[in-house]
């Protein structure tokens, strides 16, 4: 009796130890991070008469965003942040899963009173997509840079900003607005995504070349971004 009641408890121990790894593993920071981005971009289109206009999000080519939660350990100093890049596919508009890239340098402005600042990029041309994803790119000197327009119905989706490469928005103690970004590089992060998908990938191979699939942690973003029907 004395034997079967400590082989049942071997097996519970095991069993109890290979869940948490594999919760472990399924929940770490990079997964909360997809998740933490999806919540920061919903709570922006959530802003009363706020907000990135809908035209935009329609018709750009990709989509950044680096929550700067400190409490969650995304930032770094007040010019570090880790985020996500997710791009659309140029036939049909279908969102490739999220890359992890790091942000640093420039005029960022973070931590303004102690408090982080979460930032948005719409990428809205090929040709800045590219340059992601070649390195290092600086933003203002690899891509124009541009404050984006905030309404959610603005009028304000012009030829000339759509063709200003990045749109850059920022959302800090409750504002959210249009911020100029020269000078920021933005890199991917080898290691984030290995943890992220098991495997050592390029944020090339993760967002153009369909080597991983969609993770249940960007469901979140996925559900905000659907909100927005690809328009040419």
């Not at 203002?140 to 928005?169: E, F, H």
């Not at 607005?177 to 390029?202: F, M, P, Q, R, T």
Request: hydrophobic letters at 45%.
């Amino acid at each position: 009796m004395l034997k079967l009641k400590g082989l049942l408890v071997a097996v519970f121990l095991i069993s109890f130890i290979a869940c948490a790894v594999n919760a472990r593993a399924e929940d770490n920071k990079w997964t909360r991070l997809v998740d933490e981005s999806g919540k920061v971009l919903a709570e922006v289109q959530d802003m009363p008469d706020q907000g990135i206009p809908e035209d935009l999000l329609a018709k750009c080519q990709a989509v950044a965003v680096f929550p700067s939660t400190i409490s969650a350990g995304f930032v770094i100093g007040g010019q570090y942040g880790q985020g996500i890049i997710m791009v659309r596919e140029e036939k049909g508009g279908k969102w490739s899963p999220p890359a992890i890239f790091t942000i640093a340098g420039g005029s960022l402005g973070w931590q303004i009173g102690g408090q982080a600042t979460d930032i948005v990029l719409l990428v809205m041309n090929r040709r800045s997509v590219d340059g992601l994803l070649q390195g290092k790119f600086k933003l203002g000197a690899d891509a124009s840079v541009s404050a984006g327009p905030v309404g959610r119905n603005a009028a304000a989706a012009t030829d000339v900003q759509l063709k200003g490469g990045i749109l850059s928005y920022s959302r800090s103690r409750g504002l959210f607005l249009g911020i100029k970004l020269e000078g920021a590089v933005i890199a991917e992060h080898w290691d984030g995504n290995e943890e992220l998908y098991g495997n050592s990938l390029s944020a090339r191979e993760i967002l153009l070349e369909n080597k991983v699939k969609m993770p249940e942690c960007a469901g979140r973003i996925l559900k905000v971004l659907s909100k927005y029907p690809y328009k040419k």
